[in-house]
């Protein structure tokens, strides 16, 4: 690209050619206003010329050319018009009364009259009448002298305020330019740092809620979001290192023991153990990718308006047999009529996770209750137990990715089950929390209308 077309693209460019605009439009419309008063000017003398005129021959009508003599000098003398000058001549060309010295135009209206006065003799431009008299001409001039100097006078102005015009439009297309480039470097200086390595920068807003001011605000969210997607990305890294070690190291120990064996039956054993630690591997893989893509479309999840009562009285039903089954206490408590918006099956698989965690992690004839609320933003999912509970040190950890607590580590599981619920509850633009210990509960707060909002507050007298 040329450096006219990068000029014209850049954002002074952009605003000299609106200033070139307006200057154009300003000269059109002084031209415009200048023919128009221009034209209104000549018509006004004509009117005054014709006026006189008619006046004179008025005046004189029963004196003849005569008394038309008498009424110019009568005027002359008096000079009761000012700027009109006269002429009445025979049908020889003589002249009979008048101070206009000119050649006697046809009859008629003459734009331009070349004429001098005995007064001063100098050169004039004036308008004239040509009129027949009997026996004569009379010709009535009004010097264009004062038309000519408005003339002046507005093509002045004209051109005085299209110049500030173009030097306002060029002064604020620099200023304008300048301070954009300066807004903009300290975008390109925090993206150059990013680009360099520091995910720490943020581009500084300076509280005017302009333009750049909200476009800083939306890229420091964007900054945000990546950096803490990077962090997940690293922690799982971290976590896959250090949780898989053990079971990747089971399942080498049981196909070594396999290629080992003395005899089919125990070769066949220890293959089909490899094969079920080759299944969980799979399993927690599947879970791991499963938890990133709900992360990864949190702000692209298909919403739909749902009955959240609906669904929780639909999963506690499903699994009210698997809870009395071991002699648990299943109570449910829903307020109805609660609506939210979201993605069904992401959410029926949250409520499924918490009920899961319920029946893994609490002995026989345990009370678990779930209980759903609303308040006029939110909808409130409570689901507690009153088992073992865990303790203060590691309730807040409870929603990372592999973590178990002491007593859970006998269970089955991988510790993705709560990660997975705080996955969706963000996703949705709600969030999860451990609200108490003693009995363990966790709520669960979801906007009841779609908002964009990332890792909100539960309300804590909840």
């Known amino acids: 690209m040329t450096w006219p077309a990068r000029a014209w693209r850049s954002t002074t460019g952009l605003v000299s050619m609106v200033t070139l605009a307006f200057v154009l439009l300003a000269l059109a419309m002084g031209r415009i206003a200048y023919d128009v008063t221009h034209e209104a000017l000549e018509r006004q003398l004509d009117h005054r010329i014709a006026a006189e005129t008619a006046a004179l021959l008025v005046e004189a009508r029963d004196g003849g050319r005569a008394g038309i003599a008498q009424a110019v000098q009568r005027r002359l003398a008096s000079r009761a018009t000012a700027s009109l000058d006269y002429l009445l001549v ?17 009859v008629g209206y003459e734009e331009f009259l070349l004429y001098h006065t005995a007064q001063d003799g100098r050169d004039r431009i004036a308008q004239a009448l040509t009129t ?3 026996g004569g001409m009379l010709v009535v001039a009004a010097d264009r002298a004062d038309l000519y100097e408005i003339d002046r006078t507005l093509t002045t102005l004209i051109f005085t305020v299209t110049t500030l015009m173009l030097l306002a439009g060029v002064t604020g297309a620099i200023l304008i330019g300048w301070v954009t480039r300066r807004r903009l470097a300290r975008i390109d200086s925090t993206a150059q740092a990013i680009i360099a390595g520091d995910l720490s920068r943020r581009i500084r807003r300076d509280g005017s809620d302009s333009e750049f001011d909200r476009l800083a605000g939306t890229l420091n969210e964007m900054l945000n979001r990546i950096a803490t997607l990077m962090d997940n ?19 080498s120990h049981q196909l070594e023991r396999a290629s080992n064996a ?11 153990a490899a094969r079920t630690e080759a299944a969980n591997l799979l399993d927690l893989f599947a879970a791991l990718l499963r938890i990133a893509e709900v992360e990864g479309m949190s702000e692209r999840l298909a919403r739909a308006r749902l009955d959240f009562t609906a669904l929780v009285l639909q999963m506690a039903d499903t699994y009210r047999p698997a809870m009395e089954e071991d002699g648990r206490l299943f109570q449910v408590d829903v307020q109805h009529g609660v609506e939210v918006e979201g993605d069904k099956r992401l959410l029926s698989q949250m409520i499924a996770n918490l009920l899961d965690n319920a029946l ?5 004839e345990t009370a678990v209750s779930l209980t759903l609320q609303a308040t006029a933003a939110d909808a409130i ?15 807040p950890h409870l929603f990372q990715r592999f973590t178990r607590t002491e007593r859970s580590r006998s269970t089955p599981g991988h510790g993705l089950g709560l990660a997975m619920v705080a ?12 609200s108490c210990l003693q009995p363990f ?6 906007p009841r209308s779609a908002r964009r909002e990332i890792a909100r507050k539960v309300p804590d007298n909840l």
């Not at 990305?233 to 399942?251: E, F, G, K, N, Y």
């Not at 999912?381 to 309730?395: H, N, Q, T």
Request: proline share 7%; charged share 20%; with cysteine.
């Open 90 to 106: 025979d049908d020889a060309g003589r002249t009979l009364a008048g101070n206009l010295q000119a050649r006697v135009p046809p």
């Open 132 to 134: 027949r008299v009997d």
């Open 233 to 251: 990305v690293r922690q799982v890294s971290t976590d896959i290192a250090h949780d898989l070690r053990t079971p990747l190291t089971r399942l």
């Open 262 to 272: 003395t005899g089919p039956e125990d070769s066949q054993a220890q293959l089909a």
């Open 360 to 364: 893994r992690h609490t002995p026989n």
């Open 381 to 395: 999912l409570i689901v507690a137990d009153k088992g073992p509970g865990v303790g203060a040190e590691e309730a």
């Open 423 to 434: 996955t969706v509850a963000s996703a949705h633009g709600g969030a999860a929390r451990i």
């Open 441 to 446: 509960a966790v709520c669960i707060s979801l």
